[in-house]
T-cell receptor, first 114, second 114 residues
Framework: AQSVTQLGSHVSVSEGALVLLRCNYS??????LFWYVQYPNQGLQLLLKYTSAATLVKGINGFEAEFKKSETSFHLTKPSAHMSDAAEYFCAVSYGGSQGNLIFGKGTKLSVKP | NAGVTQTPKFRVLKTGQSMTLLCAQDMNHEYMYWYRQDPGMGLRLIHY???????AKGEVPDGYNVSRLKKQNFLLGLESAAPSQTSVYFC?????????????FGPGTRLTVT
């Protein structure tokens, strides 16, 4: 079965530091890839998505992610963390088809220290 | 545009009670999904629908039923609630024809079964 692995259930960074959230997928066939963010007590909001047009994808709020086929990875980064980035981040993949559902990682909770 | 809305936002049930969660979308999307979110588990697919009048099981369908009588609505039912169904439930929808199969999420329903 296809799966998504997010390394680290909790990541803590200082304000202004680099944010790196890791995501690896299990398939040899490149899927569509997504990062969603969930702020406390809210729904999921799309941060960015990989559509095969470019390996480096820019999203909202200064986040970006790089697709690396050889590593089956889609890590999320932001050069300088802000307090408002504190949230839970989910990596997800989709292979389309008749179901087209998203397969989610277990999530990484990002804390930002002042 | 309201996007995806969910009713109710919160609910407390006693074991054995029944209830229906309502999801509505105004984007004319063909596909609709119900997920549950539990701590450390990410989001898991309960049921989905690829069009009006059709439904299918996802990863964790036991104890739930669904109906899609109208294209814009997707109902999730719990016939006899159990404490294991305490969770946050998210509805999502997407367009059928346009990749990369991005899904749009509702704000969630927080359900507690005592």
């Amino acid at each position: 079965a296809q799966s998504v692995t997010q390394l680290g259930s909790h990541v803590s960074v200082s304000e202004g530091a680099l944010v790196l959230l890791r995501c690896n997928y299990s398939s040899s066939v490149p899927p569509y890839l997504f990062w969603y963010v969930q702020y406390p007590n809210q729904g999921l909001q799309l941060l960015l998505k990989y559509t095969s047009a470019a390996t480096l994808v820019k999203g909202i709020n200064g986040f970006e992610a790089e697709f690396k086929k050889s590593e089956t990875s889609f890590h999320l980064t932001k050069p300088s963390a802000h307090m408002s980035d504190a949230a839970e981040y989910f990596c997800a993949v989709s292979y389309g088809g008749s179901q087209g559902n998203l397969i989610f990682g277990k999530g990484t909770k990002l804390s930002v220290k002042p | 545009n309201a996007g995806v809305t969910q009713t109710p936002k919160f609910r407390v049930l006693k074991t054995g009670q029944s209830m229906t969660l309502l999801c509505a979308q105004d984007m004319n999307h063909e596909y609709m999904y119900w997920y549950r979110q539990d701590p450390g588990m990410g989001l898991r697919l309960i049921h989905y629908s690829v069009g009006e009048g059709t439904t299918a099981k996802g990863e964790v369908p036991d104890g739930y039923n669904v109906s899609r009588l109208k294209k814009q609505n997707f109902l999730l039912g719990l016939e006899s609630a159990a404490p294991s169904q305490t969770s946050v439930y998210f509805c999502a929808s997407r367009n059928r024809d346009r990749g990369p199969y991005e899904q749009y999420f509702g704000p969630g329903t927080r359900l507690t079964v005592t």
